[in-house]
């Protein structure tokens, strides 16, 4: 953002991520989760894809850290980014939570932390988009949006749309369920559109 004021709103390119995401898992998993053993089944192939390279960049991030905490490098960026602290948090991926002050060891990985949150929130979600009609859910989720940004607000929080360690989990929340929305809509309403 330094550099040009046209970064000013890149970051909600990681909202677009979360709505990509939602239409992906909707056009993949909507209708195919019955049961306990469904639903445990999606999370494990959701989290054997993301866990084993979050790992590996999170023991980068660790070495990282031991080297900066043994005087040989500077940390370029808050010391908070290395805190033994935080370890827990990305290791049980959830440093999106709220539960560390600042962004740590591979501070893009909030994002798969947020993603997880929204994994496990899946069949909520298609429930509601199955269920509800779209006006319906669109209504839901603006109302959630209103919601988070009152309490941040009330808790005297970044905007909504800056939150990473300080809740992006929370944050994934709409525009994961707005891909899950058009996921269906595309499969119920627009399967036999053909563009003139």
Not at 39 to 47: A, E, N
Not at 86 to 102: E, K, M, R
């Amino acid at each position: 953002q330094g550099l040009s004021p046209a970064f000013l709103g890149i970051q909600l390119m990681v909202d677009f991520f979360f709505c990509l995401s939602g239409f992906v898992i909707g056009a993949t998993y909507l209708g195919k989760i019955h049961d306990a053993a469904g639903y445990g089944l999606f999370m494990w192939k959701r989290f054997a894809r993301l866990y084993p390279l979050h790992l590996l960049t999170l023991a980068v991030g660790v070495v990282g850290g031991m080297v900066v905490g043994a005087g040989a490098l500077q940390p370029g960026t808050n010391p908070e980014v290395f805190s033994a602290k935080a370890i827990l948090a990305n290791l049980t991926l959830t440093h999106s939570f709220g539960v560390t002050s600042y962004g740590s060891f591979n501070i893009p990985s909030w994002s798969i932390s947020a993603e997880m949150f929204v994994y496990a929130l899946f069949p909520l979600l298609a429930l509601a988009v199955t269920r509800l009609r779209p006006a319906a859910n669109l209504a839901l989720i603006l109302a959630y949006v209103g919601i988070t940004i009152a309490v941040r607000h009330h808790l005297g929080l970044r905007d909504w749309t800056l939150a990473w360690f300080d809740g992006g989990a929370l944050r994934a929340v709409p525009s994961f369920w707005a891909g899950v929305l058009i996921a269906r809509l595309v499969a119920r309403d627009w399967r036999g559109f053909a563009p003139p």
